[in-house]
C-alpha cells in the first residue's frame, strides 16, 4: 500500500539553506540595530498559560489563539451528554490550560510582571522568536512567523517614541527597502469616539477603521452601522475621512475637529511631539500622519505605527504603539510601555520581490579541499584548521570519490575555491587553488591561498 507524502500544517513552511541564509541576514540586521540603541535581547517559551493570553488581544485576537490540550486524560469525568452539549469555547477552555504565544508583547508583560524586582527601569528589551496566529492562510500571511520586537517599560518619555522611529528608518535603510512609516494616536481616535457620543463604541470604531484601505468606506460605514452606531453618528464621524494634506495639515484639522475634547487634543499633542523631533532628524524614509491608522489590538493607548512598503504590494511589515496599561493586567499597574515589531517573514517576501540581498548571501563555505584518500585527507585536516582559525569557511569532501563528483559539489554549492592537496603538494608544503568562478588554478603557499580568498 502507497504512503501520501508527508506534509506540513498550511501557513508554515521549511527553509532550504540558502533560504536561512537570507533570513539570518534579516535577523542579524535588525538585531544590529537594536544593539546600537542600548536594548537587551530576551525570549520567552513558545507556550503561555491562557489565562496570560486570553482577553489581551479583543474578541477577534482570541479566536486566533492556538490552544493547546492538556496531557493525560483530559475527558476524565465528563458524560458524553456533557461533551456532546457544550459549547466548542467551553470545551477548550475545560480541556486546553496552555496556548501557542499570539505576539510577544503579552507574553513580555507577563515577563516584566514576573521578574520586576530583577529589572532596571526604564527596561529596553529585544526579542526574535516565533509567533503562532490561527488565521486563514494567505499570500504574506502565515500561521507560524517570526516577529522581532523591541519594547521600552517603566518610561512615559516621548523620546522613546523617536527612538522606535528612527529604527525603523535606520532598519529599512540597510535593507534597501523604501517604505511610508505611518502614525496615529488612540487618544485622538478615543477623542472621535468621544466626539461623537459613542465612547462606548472605540473597540467597534477602532476595528472599522483600521479595515479602511482593504475594505473601502461605504464597507467600513456599513460595519460601524451593524456594531450599532446610528446614521447620524457616522455622519457626523465623516469629515475625519476627509481630512488630507501634509502632515502639519492633518494637525491643525483634527486640532480644530477636536477642539473641545481633552482627550483628542492630548492624542494630537503627543504626536505633534514625536512628528516636530523627527523633522530635526535624518530620516530618510516618508513619515504619514494617517487619521485611519488604528492598530486593532485593544491594549495601546497612545502613539501607533505602522510601515508599508512602497514597492511590494503586501500588508504592513512593521507595527506598534505605547500601551500604557498592559502590565495592570499583571497586577502590576502605571507601568508605562512603548514598542514595534519587524514581521520578518513579510521583509522576507519583500526583499526576494525586490531582489535585495547582498550578492554573496547565499554563500556557504569559501574553500573545499578535494579528498584524494586517506593520507592526504589526514593532512588536508591540519591545513583546513589553520584556515577555518583565519576565518575562512571550510569544507573537506568526506569521501574519496571521482575528481568530477566532488568538483561538481564545489560548483552546485557556489564555492568559490577549491583546493587539490596530493602527494606533490604534501611534500612541497603546498595548494593547487582554483578559482570556481574564472577557472585559474596556481600552485601557492597556504599563506597565499588564505590572503587570496579574504580578498
Excluded at 459549547?87 to 510577544?104: H, M
Excluded at 529599512?172 to 487618544?187: D, E, Y
Excluded at 576565518?391 to 577549491?418: C, L, W
Aim: one cysteine or more; a negative charge; aromatic letters at 8%.
Amino acid at each position: 500500500m502507497a504512503q501520501n507524502k508527508p506534509g506540513i500544517p498550511k501557513g508554515t513552511r521549511d527553509f532550504s539553506p540558502v533560504e536561512m541564509a537570507k533570513r539570518n541576514y534579516i535577523f542579524n540586521t535588525i538585531r544590529s540595530v537594536y544593539n546600537l540603541y542600548g536594548f537587551k535581547q530576551i525570549e520567552t517559551p513558545a507556550m503561555e498559560n491562557l489565562s496570560t493570553l486570553m482577553g489581551k488581544y479583543g474578541e477577534e485576537g482570541d479566536k486566533l489563539l492556538f490552544k493547546i490540550l492538556n496531557s493525560g486524560d483530559f475527558v476524565h469525568g465528563m458524560t458524553g451528554e456533557e461533551f456532546t452539549n457544550t459549547s466548542t469555547q467551553r470545551l477548550a477552555a475545560t480541556f486546553c490550560e496552555k496556548g501557542l504565544r499570539y505576539d510577544l508583547t503579552v507574553p513580555f508583560a507577563r515577563f516584566v510582571v514576573q521578574h520586576r524586582e530583577e529589572l532596571n527601569l526604564p527596561f529596553k528589551r529585544y526579542q526574535i522568536q516565533p509567533v503562532w496566529r490561527a488565521d486563514r492562510p494567505q499570500k504574506g500571511r502565515y500561521r507560524e512567523f517570526y516577529q522581532c520586537d523591541a519594547d521600552v517599560v517603566g518610561s512615559d518619555s516621548l523620546l522613546n517614541e523617536v527612538e522606535l522611529m528612527q529604527i525603523i528608518d535606520s532598519v529599512f535603510q540597510k535593507f534597501g527597502i523604501r517604505v511610508c512609516i505611518k502614525i496615529n494616536n488612540r487618544k485622538i481616535l478615543s477623542g472621535m469616539a468621544e466626539y461623537i457620543g459613542r465612547p462606548d463604541k472605540l473597540t467597534d470604531i477602532t476595528v472599522a477603521i483600521d479595515k479602511l484601505d482593504k475594505i473601502g468606506l461605504d464597507n467600513v460605514k456599513t460595519e460601524l452601522a451593524e456594531n450599532g452606531l446610528s446614521q447620524e453618528e457616522i455622519t457626523k464621524l465623516e469629515p475625519v475621512f476627509a481630512i488630507h494634506g501634509d502632515n502639519d495639515s492633518k494637525l491643525a484639522a483634527i486640532k480644530n475637529l477636536l477642539c473641545d475634547n481633552e482627550t483628542g487634543q492630548k492624542g494630537a499633542e503627543e504626536l505633534e511631539f514625536v512628528l516636530n523631533a523627527l523633522n530635526k532628524l535624518p530620516i530618510a524614509n516618508e513619515i504619514d500622519f494617517d487619521l485611519t491608522l488604528a492598530r486593532g489590538l485593544n491594549y495601546y493607548t497612545g502613539c501607533i505605527f505602522e510601515v508599508k512598503a512602497l514597492d511590494v504590494q503586501i500588508g504592513s511589515i512593521t507595527g506598534g504603539g505605547r500601551y500604557d496599561n498592559l502590565t495592570g493586567i499583571f497586577g502590576m499597574p502605571g507601568l508605562s510601555g512603548v514598542g514595534i515589531s519587524f514581521g520578518a517573514d513579510r521583509i522576507y517576501d519583500v526583499l526576494n520581490q525586490l531582489d535585495l540581498y547582498p550578492a554573496a548571501i547565499a554563500s556557504t563555505a569559501q574553500l573545499l579541499f578535494i579528498n584524494f584518500g586517506a593520507t592526504e585527507a589526514a593532512h588536508c585536516l591540519q591545513l583546513a584548521s589553520r584556515t577555518r582559525q583565519a576565518g575562512i569557511r571550510t569544507e573537506i569532501y568526506p569521501d574519496s570519490v571521482k575528481m568530477k563528483k566532488q568538483m561538481s559539489y564545489a560548483s552546485e554549492s557556489n564555492i568559490p575555491f577549491v583546493a587539490l592537496v596530493g602527494e606533490n603538494e604534501i611534500q612541497n608544503h603546498t595548494i593547487s587553488l582554483k578559482n570556481m568562478q574564472t577557472g585559474e588554478q596556481k600552485s601557492v603557499s597556504l599563506e597565499e591561498a588564505i590572503a587570496i580568498i579574504n580578498q
